[in-house]
Nanobody, 122 residues
């Protein structure tokens, strides 16, 4: 089994910054793509940012230029630096990872963290 543990959420005023971290642990041979999603009350979960093994990234239009995703492959950890936060960024943020668990099995298993709350006040 694989566990994803997020940290770094909290409350901040508009214009402030937060840094989220997510560490994967357990039966891991390698981790392919990792990403951050968010879900506000009454809305669907949406992709915020994703990062591939090779470091290539993609962002939702709403966070481009404000958020930066990065990863540490050796530690199976992904980060999300969030700057210039807005009240619309308020949501539960979830970490996601596609994990190859065994060397002999190339299948990627999809895992989610439990989420961390980010609240931005105006």
């Amino acid at each position: 089994q694989v566990q994803l543990v997020e940290s770094g959420g909290g409350s901040v005023q508009a214009g402030g910054s937060l840094r989220l971290s997510c560490a994967a642990s357990g039966s891991i041979f390698s981790v392919d793509n990792m990403g951050w999603y968010r879900q506000a009350p009454g809305t669907q979960r949406e992709l915020v940012a994703g990062i591939m093994w090779d470091g290539s990234t993609n962002y939702a239009d709403s966070v481009k230029g404000r958020f930066t995703i990065s990863r540490d492959n050796a530690e199976h950890t992904v980060y999300l630096q969030m700057d210039s936060l807005k009240p619309d960024d308020t949501a539960v943020y979830y970490c996601n990872a596609a994990v190859q668990m065994y060397a002999r099995d190339s299948h990627l298993y999809n895992y989610w963290g439990l989420g961390t709350q980010v609240t931005v006040s105006s």
